[in-house]
């Protein structure tokens, strides 16, 4: 019986994306350093060819053609920052990409017959629980602990924060500049404009994210004051909460009591794992520095706010504002494709949306400033 035209298509994407994810951790095994870790992203990439092959014999047999064995400009992205940064740079743009297609294969019966689910599933749970716990990297004995038993959440994702931050700063001076030369002033006004809004958004921008991140610190230190009083007055409950959170991630009512008791017993690495695990706080973290918070929000806002400002500097008039414009199209352009690595999305609808989102706000603003001009003049 011959396949529809929309089963084949689907089969052929099935196919695609399977490719993709083990082109991907093959990458990942050869660049960690941590050889357990690394047999870890090698079975994985083994369990994502198994299903690749399994799609290709499907979409044969119903009479599709393969599609070409290369890689999407996405991945290769990634796999090149893996080679470049290390798999930590990475590990939460597939992390979320996992979490997003755990379930895609659950309404499809051929995956549920072949117990693809499960398999994806299970890579979900091993990408949140590193880089929830070890922000890449296995330590101790917790590897024979990752498959099926601990569901992380995903952390922060350095790379979409540098994709907005940038973003925040191209877009708002873009607007401010072109509604600065709207009004006709001249070419050293415009630049001058700029840099003052350069450098009020970038420090905002840090102030804020400054508060942010101290503000958290503060709270997660009051939150490990707390347990550590709880500890110090009330440490059998505390053994009865350790051992229930041990028996939601899989281990029978005994051997969680025996490894509550036996973290509490010491005294030094109670209050430390008491805060991983009720609270989810790293104690030698507590959410991170503030300065370098605030000094990384500057910089990513001022990267993306310079480009509208610098033809101003030496030109002036029309020339300097379409090359302003043409400035920041390209920076819009390579924002889009940051967020394409961080969502999926195909290049030409995540860049052509920026683009567009920008020229229309450097439009009005432009509109608006030729307006005043028009008036006051």
């Known amino acids: 019986m011959a396949e529809s035209n929309e089963t084949i298509a689907r089969y052929a994407a099935n196919l695609r994306d399977e490719r993709e994810s083990a082109a991907l951790y093959k990458t990942f095994a050869e660049v960690e350093r941590d050889k357990r870790l690394s047999e870890v992203y090698t079975r994985m990439a083994e369990v994502e060819s198994r299903h690749a092959d399994a799609w290709a014999t499907r979409l044969r047999d119903a009479g599709g053609k393969l599609p070409p064995d290369t890689l999407s400009w996405r ?16 590990l939460p743009i597939v992390s979320a990409g996992e979490r997003n297609a755990s379930h895609a294969y659950d309404t499809q019966p051929e995956a549920r017959a072949s117990g693809m689910p499960a398999d994806e599933r299970s890579h979900e749970r091993v990408f949140g629980y590193l880089l929830r716990t070890t922000k890449g990297g296995v330590v101790g004995s917790t590897l024979a602990q990752i498959e099926g038993r601990h569901r992380g959440t995903s952390g922060g994702n350095a790379l979409r924060a540098a994709v907005l931050g940038s973003s925040d700063g191209l877009t708002s001076n873009l607007s401010l500049v072109m509604g600065v030369a709207g009004a006709s002033l001249a070419s050293q006004q415009v630049f001058l404009a700029g840099m003052a809004g350069l450098l009020a958004g970038a420090l905002s921008m840090a102030i804020g994210e400054w508060l942010s991140v101290q503000s958290a610190r503060e709270l997660y230190g009051r939150q490990i004051t707390i347990e550590r009083e709880e500890l110090e007055r009330s440490s059998e409950e505390e053994r009865e909460e350790l051992s229930l959170i041990y028996q939601a991630k899989g281990l029978d009512p005994d051997a969680a009591d025996a490894t509550a008791a036996r973290i509490l017993s010491d005294p030094s690495s109670a209050l430390d794992t008491l805060a991983r695990e009720e609270l ?21 806002f001022a990267v993306g706010a310079i480009a509208p400002v610098i033809p101003f500097a030496f030109l002036s008039g029309w020339t300097a504002t379409i090359l302003s414009v043409a400035l920041s199209v390209i920076g819009l352009f390579i924002i889009g494709a940051g967020i394409t690595l961080t969502t999926g999305a195909p290049l030409w609808k995540a860049a052509g949306r920026q683009i567009a989102l920008g020229l229309a706000a450097a439009v009005i603003t432009f ?3 030729r307006l005043v001009g028009a008036v006051v003049g």
């Open 75 to 90: 991945t290769r992205s990634l796999m090149w920052m893996t080679r470049r940064f290390g798999v930590g740079a990475v």
């Open 280 to 300: 989810g706080i790293d104690p030698s973290e507590l959410g991170g520095s503030a300065w370098e918070a605030a000094i990384a929000s500057f910089m990513l």
């Open 367 to 369: 509109s608006l400033g």
